[in-house]
């Protein structure tokens, strides 16, 4: 006969076989890029971190690499987004940006962040995928940025004059001419910048969105891109409100309707979403035209402190000794 504890430890380990998996299995997969061949910012590492440490609680897998050769169209295939987080220079040889086209053409998410927009500069189609080349910035200082369109989930949660100390980036276009939408723009009469401006519209872009990535060919499948061009300082991502922005920005881009997630003939997006049986996107499975992959397209933010709670309730029901355990991860799940 086992001893209590054995049992004890034994019925643990079977509830968390069962439910841990499934409770944080990760839906989206988003693969960070942040190699550097011009300048590098300092605050990658920082980034990496606070991005990583967040994807848990939006259902968000990050994985990272700052190796070219990773780009295939095999590799990129498994993603629901590629992030460009601060890259500069020539970050990717030709086979390279022939997988990141591909990837793009058969419906694959952008996300761009800060510098990402100072890196291959001549490859028109990533330009157009960013939305529009950094062109040059004035000193790093405080300044304002006002929120253009609040409607968006990167933005929703921002005050309309925002104070932050920051790189007020100029571009050499305007991200409108190939259909981006501005959602943040820096008041320019709020700092100092005496270099002279290229034509990159009005009001200054700053952050915006592309409901299909212009940089996917006509005859692709496009997906959706944003980007940021703030985050230049540690201090940046250690900002709450700076990265609400982001993950509003990243969740909005996971929600495209493009990859495996929510369209199950997609070429992309991470494999496990559609044949995990307990994950929110099982419905997926249907049919890829329904408007209900629509409705479940919203990460469940939500859903995961719930589940716990419900498990904590029948812990603390069934098995008192279990209750704290739930509870703890209830309370870890819901707050952190
Ligand atoms: C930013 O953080 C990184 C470590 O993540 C550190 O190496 C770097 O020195 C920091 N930069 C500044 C300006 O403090
Ligand atoms: C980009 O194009 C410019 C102008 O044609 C050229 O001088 C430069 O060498 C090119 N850079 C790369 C990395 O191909
Ligand atoms: C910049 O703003 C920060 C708060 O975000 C403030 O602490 C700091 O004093 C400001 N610096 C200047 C030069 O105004
Ligand atoms: C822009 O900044 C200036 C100077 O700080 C301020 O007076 C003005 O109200 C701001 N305008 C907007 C639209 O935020
Ligand atoms: C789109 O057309 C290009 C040639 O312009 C071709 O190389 C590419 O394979 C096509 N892509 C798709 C997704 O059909
Ligand atoms: C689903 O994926 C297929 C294959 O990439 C694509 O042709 C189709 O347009 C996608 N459907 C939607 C709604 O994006
Ligand atoms: C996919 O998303 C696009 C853009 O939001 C929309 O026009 C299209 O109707 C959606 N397709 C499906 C099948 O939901």
């Known amino acids: 006969m086992l001893p209590n504890t054995s049992i004890c430890r034994l019925v643990t380990l079977s509830l ?23 300048f590098r910012h300092d605050s990658i590492p920082t980034a990496i971190q606070a991005l990583q440490s967040k994807g848990p609680s939006f259902d968000i897998q990050f994985e990272t690499t700052e190796d070219k050769a990773q780009f295939t169209d095999q590799y990129l295939a498994r993603y629901d987004a590629l992030l460009f987080l601060d890259n500069t220079g020539e970050v990717l040889d030709d086979l390279g940006k022939a997988a990141l086209q591909k990837y793009l053409d058969l419906g694959g ?30 000193a790093l200082q405080n300044a304002t940025v006002d929120v253009i369109d609040s409607s968006h989930p990167s933005t929703s949660m921002l005050p309309a004059q925002w104070h932050v100390q920051d790189e ?42 592309q409901e299909r990535g212009a940089g996917a060919e006509s005859n692709g499948t496009a997906g959706r891109s944003f980007y940021t061009s703030l985050g230049h300082l540690n201090e940046t991502w250690q900002d709450e409100l700076f990265l609400a922005h982001v993950f509003g920005g990243i969740t909005w881009t996971l929600q495209s309707n493009t990859t495996l997630a929510f369209n199950t003939s997609a070429e992309v997006g991470n494999p496990s979403v559609s044949v995990d049986p307990t994950s929110s996107s099982s419905s997926t499975t249907g049919t890829s035209t329904s408007s ?32 704290s355990f739930y509870l703890g991860r209830f309370v870890l799940t819901a707050y952190f």
């Open 16 to 38: 968390l076989a069962l439910f841990a998996p499934s409770a944080f299995a990760t839906n989206a997969k988003v693969l960070i890029y942040s190699a550097t061949e011009d």
């Open 292 to 323: 209900s992959s629509a409705v479940i397209s919203v990460p469940p933010i939500d859903v995961l402190p719930l589940k716990f709670m419900v498990l904590s309730i029948i812990a603390a029901t069934f098995f008192p000794w279990l209750s």
């Open 109 to 138: 998410n952008f996300i761009g962040i800060h510098a990402a927009s100072d890196c291959l500069r001549n490859t028109t189609f990533y330009g157009h995928e960013v939305g529009a080349f950094f062109d040059y910035h004035p």
């Open 168 to 209: 007020m980036y100029n571009f050499k276009s305007d991200p409108r001419t190939i259909g981006a939408t501005i959602i943040l723009s820096a008041n320019e009469s709020s700092y100092i910048d005496t270099g002279t401006r290229l034509n990159q519209g009005t009001p200054h872009p700053t952050a915006w969105f």
